[in-house]
Structures are given as structure tokens and as C-alpha cells.
């Protein structure tokens, strides 16, 4: 079974850029997977920032983005702020009816 | 303005069934969307359950092998879910959301509740 990967957590320090990257355990992630992002801060709910690879979310700043690079999907976040500690989600639609989420990022910002 | 409130028992016994409901109002739930049961387990990432439309179509996630059932009440405005044969890994935060189809994803989210599995 296809596993969606992301990296378990990642620092950065304010005003910096990060990059988290969203995988497939077999294959490549395309646009045809629809990749989505959420954010989602202790005790609140998840909030989409990216769809359909790299379209924002109404009300989600420009700092942040979503692409396609190499053979995964990516969100970064330029200009990191303190606000931006949180965990981050991909999420794929792996056909057939089928979403799968990563494991999600924990961010820390230093 | 969109909304998504659940509601349910907090707490259930293990082997039982979990029931959840989600009320939407702000929108028809006989839009072009389907609704969708997303839970977070302590510790752990976000989980797809499962997703509905209103017009009887319905798809699971494999893995929860047969014991979800999805079902939507449109004159309510209202869907559910029914997790049966439930224990201790079904402990979880549980959300509905909305399922944008042409997007493939999870624009608007209900609160979370809490339901734990006893033994």
C-alpha cells in the first residue's frame, strides 16, 4: 500500500523560508493527485491553505505557496512568523474515491 | 456564512458502534459537495474515514475494513457516521468537513469532539 510521507519536523527561525515536501513511499506526487495543505495550531481545527497543488485558500497569506517539485508536492512558507508554528498536512487523492493524508510536520519556529 | 456542527456520544464502550452527526447549515447539503468524517488520533497525523454525497454515493477508506458506514439525511440536513467493532485505536478527535469535488479537498471544517473508547 502507497504511503503519503512528509517530514516528521522541521525548525526555522523567524523571518526565514521552509520548504516541507509531501512523497510517495512508490511513485511520483503529480498535479493529477490534487495535492492540498492544512495547517492546523493546537486545539483548533484544520484549515486548508493550498488546493489543487498551489491555488490559496480564501483569507490564507501570500507567504505562503504550494508547487510541485520534483517528484513531490511542496509547500513554502517565506518570511516565516511566530504565528506559523503549527502542524502542517498534505493530502492526496489517490483515485478511486480514495484521500490519503501525510503524516504531518510538526513546524517550530525558533 | 458555512457551517458544521457535530454531535454524539463522548465516550464508547469497546466492541460497540460510534455514532456521529453533522448538521450543516449556511449551504444546501444537496450542493455539489461531499461530506466527509476526518479523525486525529493523540499523537498522531489526520485520518480520511470516509466521504458522502447526497446522491447515495459514498467512498471509505480501505483501511477501516468494512466497519464504516456513511449515510446523509438531506431533509434534516444532516450526515452520519456508524463506526462499529470499535477499540482502544479508535480514540480520536473526530471532524466533519466539506469536500470541495473539483478540488479534492477539505475547504470548511466542523469543530472537533473528543471520543474516547473504553474498555
Known amino acids: 500500500q502507497t504511503v503519503v510521507t512528509q517530514e516528521p519536523s522541521f525548525s526555522v527561525s523567524p523571518g526565514g523560508t521552509v520548504t516541507l515536501t509531501c512523497g510517495l513511499t512508490s511513485g511520483s506526487v503529480s498535479s493529477n493527485h490534487y495535492p492540498s495543505w492544512y495547517q492546523q495550531t493546537p486545539g483548533q481545527t484544520p484549515r486548508r491553505l493550498i488546493y489543487s497543488t498551489h491555488y490559496h485558500s480564501s483569507g490564507v497569506p501570500d507567504r505562503f505557496s504550494g508547487s510541485i517539485l520534483g517528484n513531490k508536492a511542496a509547500l513554502t512558507i517565506t518570511g516565516v512568523q511566530a504565528e506559523d508554528e503549527s502542524d502542517y498536512f498534505c493530502m492526496l487523492f489517490m483515485g478511486s474515491g480514495n484521500w490519503v493524508f501525510g503524516g504531518g510536520t510538526k513546524l517550530t519556529v525558533l | 456564512q458555512v457551517q458544521l456542527q457535530a454531535s454524539g456520544p463522548g465516550l464508547v464502550r469497546a466492541s460497540e458502534t460510534l455514532s456521529r452527526t453533522c448538521s450543516v447549515s449556511g449551504v444546501s447539503i444537496s450542493s455539489d459537495y461531499y461530506w466527509a468524517w476526518i479523525r486525529r488520533p493523540p499523537g498522531k497525523g489526520l485520518e480520511w474515514i470516509g466521504s458522502?454525497?447526497?446522491?447515495?454515493?459514498?467512498f471509505y477508506n480501505p483501511s477501516l475494513k468494512g466497519r464504516v458506514s456513511l449515510s446523509i439525511e438531506t431533509t434534516r440536513h444532516e450526515f452520519s457516521l456508524r463506526l462499529s467493532s470499535v477499540t482502544a485505536a479508535d480514540t480520536a478527535l473526530y471532524y466533519c468537513?466539506?469536500?470541495?469535488?473539483?478540488?479534492?479537498?477539505?475547504?470548511?471544517w466542523g469543530q472537533g469532539a473528543l471520543v474516547t473508547v473504553s474498555s
Open positions: 458522502v454525497h447526497h446522491s447515495g454515493s459514498a
Open positions: 468537513a466539506r469536500l470541495v469535488p473539483a478540488a479534492h479537498s477539505y475547504d470548511r
